[in-house]
């Protein structure tokens, strides 16, 4: 008896579930068969493949089937192999759409995702194209401004000279504005082929004076840039901190694009200059941007030799003495028996109020 | 009482005698391949003055004072008074005597204040001694994790 029961319960059970089951007509077969083989590779060949799909057949899972498909701007005939129209893209308004395939893909994990462990490897940019510039796909690349924010936190802003947001922060407001200053008046030629040359990174932070420094293999390039501090030269003649960024910008270049070369310049003596390095900043790049920042006469020069005094200036783009604290700080130093070559008391004398 | 006293005074007596341990040499250097924007006086190569931007190195062996000193009694005056562009600060610490040489990356020598023929050989030396080409900037020291990838 209680055999037949268990017998009777499965027979139920079965009979249920088979009749649950959809019934499809032959043609809705038909159509859900078509619709898996869409995504057969080797239909062509006449080979029936088993095709993984998730409603097995009941929607159209594969959709680049179309034989015209957009390629970026292009419309391509996948038969025909030929291009068969192309697409305007509307790059003024606004509200236009992004077109076909142009939305953005990744193709392939960053191939340099193990130097940036901390992000994912479908990244770019840091995930913040407005601060971030990487126009090549590799590392984000040109002025590194280092500076320290409000929190006491090391930070870095990446400038490659175009119009941008910036923090708030005086060092990277004073480095752009020097940068806009000089390449704006038409100097300023060395920075903006950091800022332009994707394959360079130079950084650049607040230091007590303003120098270059990069090694010869290229592991590092760092300017230490000081806002407030110009120089008198030999000649009489003023530079602003903005003319100095520029002259050591022109070094780092050189130690960017070619060390070697580089080295082999500063190891040559200038009677002048010190080195034919200096001679070359100094009679090409300083004397353009200073030129053109309105710091020396349309024929003058802005110095004959390697030879300065410090001076604090009104901004980092003026080259107007702040005397006071010029004075201050020179005679400090002379009451040391402190003095730069070339200049002595009566240099500092003279920016006594 | 008499005893006491000897334990006392001798020790202290000794110690007035100055051994001759006072021959030694401090380096005040900035690292290899920095430009300025003009001449860097030897007063500059100071901590007071560049902070991190130098650094600092003693050296108190015998033999390297020895082949050190013997290099620097070399040193000629020369006519030559154009050019000052220092690197290189070092205090010449010998017995009660103490000197200034200043030297620059490849030009410049100045002891006590007056200008010598540069000396290659004992510039080699001092470059030697502090390993002055394996120098990493300040920077480069307070941001390793900006460089990594590059060494």
Not at chain 1, 63 to 84: A, F
Not at chain 1, 255 to 277: F, H, I, M, N, W
Not at chain 2, 55 to 63: C, T
Request: charged share 25%; glycine share 6%; net charge neutral.
């Amino acid at each position: 008896m209680n055999k037949k029961i268990y017998y009777l319960f499965i027979f139920i059970f079965s009979f249920s579930v088979l009749s649950a089951q959809e019934k499809l007509s032959k043609e809705e077969k038909a159509r859900r068969e078509k619709n898996i083989q869409a995504g057969n590779p080797f239909a062509q060949f006449g080979y029936k493949a088993k095709i993984a799909t998730l409603s097995k057949g009941k929607y159209l899972e594969f959709h680049d089937l179309d034989s015209i498909v957009t390629i970026g701007t292009v419309r391509w005939h996948v038969y025909k192999n030929e291009i068969v129209g192309r697409i305007v893209q509307d790059s003024i308004n606004p509200d236009a759409q992004p077109i076909g395939d142009r939305v953005g893909r990744w193709m392939s994990p960053d191939p340099l995702s193990e130097e940036f462990s901390s992000w994912s490897p479908y990244t770019m940019s840091f995930n913040n194209p407005i601060q971030f510039v990487d126009p090549d796909g590799r590392a984000p690349d040109d002025w590194r401004i280092n500076y320290v924010d409000k929190q006491g936190n090391s930070q870095q802003f990446v400038f490659n000279g175009g119009a941008t947001a910036l923090p708030d922060n005086q060092f990277v407001r004073d480095f752009v504005g020097a940068y806009n200053y000089n390449v704006g008046n038409g100097g300023g030629d060395s920075m903006k082929a950091i800022a332009e040359n994707p394959n360079i990174t130079v950084d650049v932070q607040q230091g007590e004076f303003t120098t270059q420094d990069n090694s010869l293999s290229k592991d590092y390039n760092v300017v230490n840039w000081n806002p407030n501090l110009g120089i008198e030269t030999t000649s009489g003649n003023i530079l602003s901190p903005a003319t100095l960024l520029e002259h050591e910008a022109g070094h780092a270049l050189a130690g960017a694009l070619a060390p070697g070369t580089k080295l082999a310049r500063v190891e040559s003596s200038d009677k002048q200059y010190r080195d034919k390095e200096e001679k070359r900043v100094t009679i090409g790049i300083e004397q353009k941007t200073a030129r053109a920042n309105g710091e020396i006469g349309m024929v003058g020069t802005t110095r004959t030799d390697h030879k300065g005094l410090p001076v604090v200036t009104k901004s980092p783009t003026s080259n107007t003495v702040d005397r006071p604290k010029t004075y201050n700080t020179l005679n400090t130093l002379h009451s040391k028996g402190f003095f730069f070559p070339g200049f002595g008391v009566e240099d500092t004398e003279k920016y006594r109020r | 009482m008499k005893k006491l006293l000897i334990y006392i005074v001798c020790p202290l007596l000794l110690n007035c005698y100055k051994k001759d341990t006072s021959k030694y040499l401090e380096f005040f250097y900035m690292g290899p391949n920095i430009s300025t924007p003009f001449g860097y006086p030897c007063f500059m190569i100071s901590e007071d003055i560049l902070k991190d931007d130098i650094n600092y190195k003693k050296i108190d062996d015998a033999e390297q004072f020895e082949k050190f000193m013997s290099l620097y009694d070399k040193y000629e005056t020369t006519d030559d008074t154009i050019g000052m562009d220092i690197r290189i600060k070092i205090v010449v610490h010998n017995n009660q005597k103490t000197d200034t040489l200043c030297l620059g990356e490849y030009f410049y020598t100045y002891k006590n204040g007056v200008k010598m023929k540069d000396n290659k050989e004992l510039l080699n030396y001092v470059k030697e001694i502090i390993d002055y080409k394996n120098t990493v900037p300040s920077f480069v020291k307070k941001h390793p994790e900006l460089y990594k990838s590059k060494k």
